[in-house]
């Protein structure tokens, strides 16, 4: 993905591989001042840090093979799970599972409209709604994880029809929200749908890249630590650990390269070399593929689920049965 092979040419050098002219930059008149006495080595070391962008017109394949795929798993687990003869009785926790695979299913269908070089059309209006279905989706996930760890397995929701449905609207209710800061600050730019780069919209940029490193970042880090205290004070197991917790790989690096750069671009943090810019701008683009990689995953992760479920409730129910069995056997010997 990326094309990072071509040369860097002096006086060419633009944010993201764009081409750039010193007509372009911003400087002041002291800036120019200082500069006609800097010889060519000098004036390149003080040109703009040019970083490769990995994710490009050239990884449209990538983004479109993981829509489609995501789509097609996630409607396949979403039909199994909805169907008439679905075993409600082995996993009752199966509304957390459905709406898991429609987030998944929404983040898929929001993909190819994020898409690099699918479409050179864009409009701000698609753009801002691929935008707030795709975190809306991963905010929803998220949280819908997170609460189901901290229910079961004390309650399962799924035999309480009142607390599901405030359950789901309260969720998908915040998740919505927290995804309009974004929505908010992206557009269309060049025929790519990004985030802008003005200062008037620096305060929703800001609050966005809190939210994700709030949501992504520091909600797994604080149920781990959750599951850890109250395991070492002895009061009972604390939030349940399973198989969807692996959802939180995929975006954890996302949260947390997100609000560095936020930083690094407020001047609350300085980086000390252009070598650390880029890789930050290349961590960045690593961490936006790994995320994009969660709607293939995550409805394997929904089909281990219900086979561990299933697995634990026919162990539970056979476990009766044979020692009711081997007593009845007892009871004829003597």
């Known amino acids: 993905m990326g094309n990072c ?33 800097l010889d060519d080595y000098s004036m390149l070391a003080a040109a703009p840090c040019h970083s490769c962008n990995l994710l490009d017109k050239s990884s449209l394949p990538f983004f479109i093979l993981t829509s489609v795929l995501g789509m097609l798993e996630s409607g396949l687990v979403l039909f199994a799970i909805l169907r008439p003869l679905f075993h409600w009785q082995i996993c009752p926790s199966w509304p957390i599972l459905a709406q898991l695979a429609v987030g998944s299913a929404f983040f898929s269908m929001a993909v190819p409209i994020l898409a690099p070089g699918l479409n050179t059309g864009h409009h701000t209006a698609l753009c801002r709604l691929g935008y707030w279905v795709w975190y809306t989706s991963a905010f929803a996930q998220a949280l819908l994880i997170g609460c189901y760890a901290c229910l079961n397995p004390s309650l399962s929701i799924g035999q309480v029809p009142a607390l599901t449905l405030r ?61 850890g205290l109250k395991m070492s004070l002895s009061k009972g197991p604390g939030p349940w650990i399973n198989v969807l917790w692996v959802w939180f790989i995929f975006w954890w690096p996302h949260g947390m390269v997100l609000i560095f750069d936020t930083l690094v671009r407020s001047k609350t943090m300085h980086l000390q070399s252009c070598l650390s810019q880029q890789i930050l701008d290349a961590a960045l683009n690593l961490a936006e593929a790994l995320a994009v990689l969660h709607c293939v995953v995550t409805p394997v992760l929904l ?29 004829g010997k003597s």
């Open 5 to 37: 092979l071509y040369p860097v040419e002096a006086y060419s050098l633009g944010k993201n591989g764009t081409q750039f002219t010193f007509d372009e930059w911003n400087y002041s008149y002291e800036d120019n001042v200082s500069y006609e006495s």
């Open 167 to 227: 359950l789901t609207v309260g969720l998908w209710g915040a998740a919505a929200v927290l995804g309009l800061p974004v929505m908010l600050a992206s557009g269309a730019y060049d025929g790519l749908c990004t985030l802008a780069s003005t200062k008037d919209l620096e305060a929703l940029k800001f609050t966005h890249s809190a939210v994700c490193f709030t949501t992504f970042t520091v909600l797994p880090l604080a149920l781990l630590a959750a599951k």
């Open 303 to 331: 089909a281990l689920f219900f086979h561990q479920t299933a697995r634990r409730c026919c162990l539970s129910q056979s476990l009766p049965a044979r020692q009711s069995s081997q007593m009845d056997a007892i009871a």
